[in-house]
């Protein structure tokens, strides 16, 4: 909260407005809402979007990854885990990036 107060330049008590549609859920239902105060004002916002894009992106870079390490030949068989780790993680770390961009376009 106190980074958002500083990148803003606005106080703490001023950084949700709520968009045209978008309220709270607890204004929604009439019933007290019990997840978080974070939770409720991330709700429909594009940084909850990127956020689940670059997790989902991540995943599936992984897995990607390792598919293709598998389906690669490798020379040397003493170093097959190696590759795998380095197919997962360069996967993954792309995944992220992409997920993110593509989840950003989406608010959840």
């Not at 958002?4 to 330049?9: P, Q, V």
């Not at 968009?19 to 204004?27: C, I, T, V």
């Not at 991540?58 to 030949?73: E, K, W």
Request: aromatic share 2%; hydrophobic share 45%; with cysteine.
């Amino acid at each position: 909260m106190v980074a958002a107060c500083l990148l803003t330049g606005r106080p703490a008590s001023a950084q949700y407005v709520a968009p045209a549609g978008l309220q709270p859920s607890a204004a929604r239902n009439g019933q007290p809402d019990s997840r978080g105060a974070s939770a409720v004002l991330l709700e429909g916002s594009r940084v909850n979007g990127a956020a689940h894009g670059a997790l989902v992106g991540a995943g599936v870079g992984a897995v990607a990854g390792i598919v293709v390490m598998a389906l690669t030949p490798h020379s040397d068989h003493s170093e097959d885990a190696i590759a795998y780790v380095v197919g997962a993680t360069g996967g993954a770390f792309i995944g992220l990036i992409v997920g993110a961009l593509i989840g950003s376009t989406r608010p959840r």
